[in-house]
């Protein structure tokens, strides 16, 4: 299950991503917005945020008109690791190195068919482990506070 959010900046792109996802068949919980009127961003990172942190999703898909707010506050609830990209290149490392379990994009900044093509990779492409993993350990224990600078 793939949970989804935007504000009124995001709300044309992530549409085009529930009709691809509505192809394909995949399952996603939406969280709003409803139209092109003006909302409040960190609402939707929120909703996302937690759908995701508490396992009730796998991953999350959020937009809004830059990308960057929406990130900003759903990196705030935690074990989100929310990335905003652009480009295919990011999309596939965010997931293979970050192990990023929320895309971000703004409806500003790229076409909907980018935004589908990005959604696509990021749904579609796995953690790589290895050196990885406790890379992506040390920023959950920088949330936690339990992280020490050794050197
Ligand atoms: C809304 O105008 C805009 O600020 C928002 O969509 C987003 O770009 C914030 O980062």
Not at 84 to 89: L, M, R
Not at 119 to 136: C, P, Q, S, W, Y
Request: charged share 25%; aromatic share 8%.
């Amino acid at each position: 299950m793939i949970a989804l959010g935007c504000d009124h900046g995001g709300y044309g792109i992530l549409s085009a991503v529930r009709k691809y996802l509505d192809e394909k068949g995949i399952e996603y919980k939406y969280f709003g917005c409803f139209s092109e009127e003006s909302v409040d961003y960190p609402l939707y990172a929120y909703k996302v945020g937690k759908a995701v942190s508490s396992g009730e999703c796998e991953l999350g898909i959020l937009c809004c008109g830059t990308g960057i707010g929406i990130s900003m506050a759903a990196n705030k609830v935690k074990g989100i690791r929310a990335a905003v990209v652009s480009d295919e290149f990011c999309a596939e490392m965010t997931r293979r190195h970050n192990n990023a379990n929320v895309l971000c994009m703004g409806g500003r900044v790229i076409s909907s068919d980018m935004a589908v093509r990005l959604a696509e990779i990021f749904l579609t492409t796995d953690f790589d482990g290895g050196r990885h993993e406790n890379r992506v350990n040390m920023i959950t224990e920088i949330e936690n506070g339990t992280f020490e600078d050794k050197e």
